[in-house]
Every structure is written in structure tokens, then in C-alpha cells.
């Protein structure tokens, strides 16, 4: 099951309106999880 915000800030990263740091952050903060993450910039999370 994706996270609430999952499709959000795939749908705006993948547009251009969000950079990778954005998303990066959501990631560290627990917005998104670190699987979708991956899925939606296409390499794996770093801290």
C-alpha cells in the first residue's frame, strides 16, 4: 500500500515541479517511505 502522499510527490517530481532534495526530505521526515522514494526517482535513499 502506497503512503498518503505518495502519489503527490510522484506526480510533481516527475513534472519538474519538485527536485530530488524535496522528495529526498520527505523521505527523511517519513512523508513517503524509503521504498517510494526509489520508485519515484529511480535510485536508492541515502542519508
Known amino acids: 500500500m ?3 502522499f505518495f ?7 516527475k513534472m519538474g515541479y519538485l527536485t530530488k532534495d524535496i522528495v ?5 521526515w517519513g512523508v513517503i ?3 517510494e522514494y ?3 526517482t529511480g ?3 541515502t542519508a
Open 33 to 35: 517511505t524509503l521504498e
Open 7 to 13: 502519489d503527490f510527490y510522484n506526480t510533481f517530481y
Open 24 to 28: 529526498h526530505e520527505a523521505a527523511e
Open 43 to 45: 535510485e536508492e535513499f
Open 38 to 40: 526509489k520508485e519515484i
Open 2 to 4: 502506497k503512503s498518503q
